[in-house]
């Protein structure tokens, strides 16, 4: 006779109770099915809810780390406790378990950012001698790509764990990250956009943009949205250039926009987009770019409706052209960094028109002629509804200040970031976020800083 046969063991859930025992090295362990397939399809642990009996399945892995895991199954958070254990082991058997998403989901999703705690927490240090020319990060779970000479360095989700590849760059100028181990890239003097497949250290594929003259076609700016991928081509000749819009996935081409023939003195078609970001609640690409000549700095920013193809606004920049230019979505504004006065300045998304005037978010009375650019080389970047501002080796935290009476004015409010040791140092060369973090880079140095909320658990 089998064991236990007429009667359930004591203490045991009924074959169709929807409680279910876990043996975990020894240590018994109960949950509900629902929270076990809360874990999704194909999952060990869906796995075990389907076939729960009337006997716990033994699972020979480490106890404590499975109570943690189990609370994030029952919650979507790691209890207080986990801060006790290193990271590796959690990521080893959230893999082991399959729910390393909802691991990173919980420990590097981009709600989590906190710009007013943001703090240096870690610096990634970079193989050779060369300085990071350009970076990016998965928006999604913080993976993040360097480039530095000819090189390109991954860090995983955690930080914990690079690799390196070699492209046949000079430099790269340009970077876009795909996924956390696919990137795209481009360099102002090779032609061709490159998709590197960096988890295999090979070159996936080459587009290229096939202008009138038959010369190379660099790039000078990526960007994509859920759909598409944008890339800004430049004849080596530097008499065309045109925005090239790609399918994300297939990276077959869907159209083209923005395409200039230069012909004599022709300044502002000769100028090619060096900056492209799309602006979701609008359905528009936001695409800006500008030229240094004896005269000074000029450029232009604008609007276009990929799907007509069509400029939906522009602006023309002289007299304190833009160092740096990014849209805030959740906000509806265009912000910039003045190259001349190094201030930064918006116009409100809601009410453009030709008319259309920068509003000064700092100084008013700075003067912008004076001849001395205070904000080259300076960054604008956004963040949620919050707006990241470099000036030298500091970053500046802009916010909306909420106001009543209804006076239809706007008022942002400058915070200087970090502590009080973590400002200053060398200019910042590169600023990038990527789930609830910051990435940085300084001039002449082989490594990027972290920046994480105080009060992030690991």
């Known amino acids: 006779m089998p064991p236990f046969a007429g009667s359930e063991p004591a203490g045991f859930p009924k074959p169709d109770s929807n409680i279910v025992s876990i043996d975990v090295g020894g240590q ?29 399945p033994f699972i020979d892995r480490d106890p404590e780390i499975f109570s943690l895991l189990l609370s994030l199954l029952r919650t979507g958070n790691l209890p207080s406790k986990a801060k006790a254990f290193d990271l590796q082991d959690l990521i080893i058997e959230s893999k082991f378990y399959g729910i390393e998403t909802l691991l990173i989901n919980s420990l590097s999703n981009p709600s989590q950012l906190e710009p007013f705690n943001l703090q240096k927490s870690l610096l990634l240090p970079l193989n050779g001698r060369d300085s990071p020319s350009s970076l990016a990060a998965d928006a999604a779970c913080g993976a993040l790509h360097v ?7 991954s860090f995983d989700w955690s930080l914990r764990r690079k ?53 190379g076609s660099t790039v000078q700016a990526i960007g994509s949205s859920s759909e598409n991928m944008f890339v800004s081509f430049e004849s ?41 970001q799309w602006v979701e ?39 304190d052209c833009f160092a740096d230019v990014a849209v805030c979505d959740p906000l509806s504004i265009i912000f910039k960094v003045g190259v001349n006065s190094g201030e930064g300045s918006y116009v409100d998304l809601r009410n453009l028109s030709s008319e259309s005037a920068w509003v000064c978010l700092g100084d008013k009375r700075k003067v912008t002629n004076s001849g001395k650019k205070e904000g080259i080389g300076s960054k604008i970047e956004t963040q949620g509804n919050q707006v990241f501002c470099t000036k030298g080796g500091d970053v500046e935290l802009w916010s909306e200040v909420i106001m009543g009476g209804g006076n239809g004015g706007r008022i ?47």
């Open 28 to 56: 018994l362990f109960q949950t509900t099915k629902q929270t076990l397939t809360s874990a999704g399809p194909k999952t060990f642990f869906s796995r075990i809810a389907e076939s729960s009996g009337i006997y716990a």
């Open 412 to 458: 942002f409010k400058k915070n200087l970031m970090g502590r009080m040791r973590d400002m200053g140092g060398a200019k910042i060369t590169n600023l990038g976020f990527g789930g609830s973090t910051m990435f940085l880079t300084r001039k002449d140095q082989q490594c990027v800083e972290v920046w994480q909320s105080s009060s992030r658990e690991f």
């Open 147 to 153: 480039a530095h000479g000819s090189k390109i360095t």
């Open 236 to 276: 080596s000749r530097r008499n065309s250039n045109s925005i090239m819009v790609y399918d994300l996935h297939s990276l077959t081409p869907v159209t083209e926009i923005g395409h200039n023939e230069i012909f004599g003195a022709d300044i502002d078609s000769a100028i090619p987009a060096t900056k492209l």
């Open 281 to 319: 609640g609008y359905n528009l690409l936001m695409a800006s770019g500008s030229h240094s000549g004896p005269s000074g700095v000029s450029g232009n920013i604008r609007l276009w409706d990929v799907r007509s193809g069509n400029v939906v606004w522009e602006i023309s920049e002289k007299v």
């Open 163 to 215: 690799s390196t590849v070699l492209t046949h760059f000079t430099a790269v100028d340009s970077l876009l990250a795909l996924s956390p181990t696919l990137v795209a890239a481009g360099a102002n003097d090779f032609s061709g956009l490159q998709i590197l497949d960096l988890e295999n250290g090979r070159l996936k594929e080459t587009l290229n943009w096939e202008n009138v003259t038959k010369s």
